[in-house]
């Protein structure tokens, strides 16, 4: 809980506290003018005095009708003192007042000066649509409020509210409950420390630790806003609400709308799909528990968890998630991801532009001058597609400026240029390179120690090059010219392929390190022409 948090609920108890004594001992803090008027006897079949048991009380019996300043009274008897303008009545009480108001019980102590009166034993106030029914209740006719403290139960409509104590404004409809508090309808049930709730808006506002439970959610919340007739509700200090299928929305500040679905979440926002195995968080998320989509921003960031081993963590300006046959076996996401997006995961890291992640045929399209890196491997093209299995990358495609490049050292590179490039890869090590189209390679073969033994440039339109434990096997290419050139002869112009280029300056190191964007360096960008940036996403189509 936060400080914030903490200190609010410190002064919300201590208030209580305040209000618990106020009412328990005495009313004489609230400012009151004594009324003037007379407690009126209107009728009762007997009267009589005892000046040996009560001398100071004038006996009614039977039938009893008393009025005062606009009440009505009705008892089957009564003791009632002249001198303190006081009454005291027993047996089948009732107050009337106008025609809004009817307070029933067993007894009554009611103070004509201070216009307080004390209703005792099977106690029932309905006021227009409300009822409440308690076995103590004092009722302050000057400030127009009830309030309780021995337990009470309010009734309005399907609403039914029970505390251990609470008060009840007349003048503004609106009831305040505290300890034990328990809210429950045919469409929810609440549990709470406090509740503020009104009868005419019939939103309801809880205070401390409190459990909101639906047929669909369970929400907890130390302070939210809850609308008993729409569900609609505004939670604040860290809540949650938890989804019976597994999905979990938690931030600083939610607000819900029940008929629309639409969640929206403030402030260190976590969306959990505990079922799927993918989380999303940023400071702005949303989510539509309808459709199933999802969006986040500042700090966005995606985790897919599906595989048991490794997880995958996508990081952009904005990203958007969709949801597709949601709620059966065959679900499946699709994750859009623009600008500057940054993605890592143990065997692969990749930046881009815009990025299409689908995790039903789990491929990655990133768009607009992406990069991939496997291990030592480097490849980067105007577009990626990166397919991915269980446990780590399958292949990828690189289409347009392709260059996939491998470090042996500091000094050399080993290197592929090609419009079209294709690599396969097993148990996380690339087996197969193909490349198409213009292709130039750089390539430095190594002796049994392992030692470069020279430089072989090449050019050709096609090439497929076949590695075992990262060394180079066989190379296959219809057509080829090329030169070899022994390592103490290498040229220092034939070390780099004209478009090489090394980014492991932008490389994301962890996942920590997502959240920094850095650009490529100048002179390094790929040629410019027209580019494509991720399409968009429809729900009516599958991805």
Known sequence: MSRHSYLLRLAWTGMLLILVQAYAFSQTDRPRTPSKDIVELIHSDNLRHNQFLNPDARILTGNVHLFHNGIQMYCDSAYQYETTNSVEAFGHVKIIQGDTLSLTGDYLFYDGNTQLAQVRHNVVMKHRESTLYTDSLNYDRLYNIGYFFEGGRLVDGDNILTSDWGEYFLNTKEALFNYNVHLTSPKFDLTSDTLHYNTQTKWAEVMG???????????????????????????????????????????????????????????????????????????????????????????????????????LFVHADTLRLYTYNMDTDSVYRVLHGYFHVRAYRSDVQAVCDSLVYNTGIRRMAMYRDPIVWNNKQQLLGEEIYTFLNDSTIDSVRVENQALLVEQFDSIHYNQVTSQIMKSYFEKGEIRENQAEGNVYVIYYPLDEDSVIVGLNYTETSQLRMFMENRKLKRIWTPEATGTFYDVSIIPNDKLRLENFAWFDYIRPRDKFDLFEWRPKKAGTELKKQIRRSAPLQTLGKKA
């Not at 130390?222 to 019976?244: F, G, I, P, Q, W």
């Not at 999905?247 to 008929?259: A, E, L, P, T």
């Not at 993918?278 to 966005?300: I, R």
């Open 209 to 311: 630790p409190s459990n909101i439970k639906d047929k669909e959610n369970n929400i907890y919340t130390e302070h939210a806003y809850y609308n008993t007739t729409t569900e609609n509700v505004r939670l604040m200090d860290r809540s949650v609400v938890a989804n019976k299928n597994g999905r979990q929305m938690i931030g600083d500040s939610i607000s819900y709308d029940k008929q629309s679905g639409m969640m929206r979440a403030f402030g260190n926002v976590i969306y959990d799909d505990k079922s799927n195995k993918n989380m999303l968080t940023g400071e702005y998320c949303q989510y539509n528990e309808l459709t199933g989509q999802a969006y986040a921003t500042d700090k966005a960031l995606l985790k897919d968890y599906s595989n048991i081993t490794d997880t």
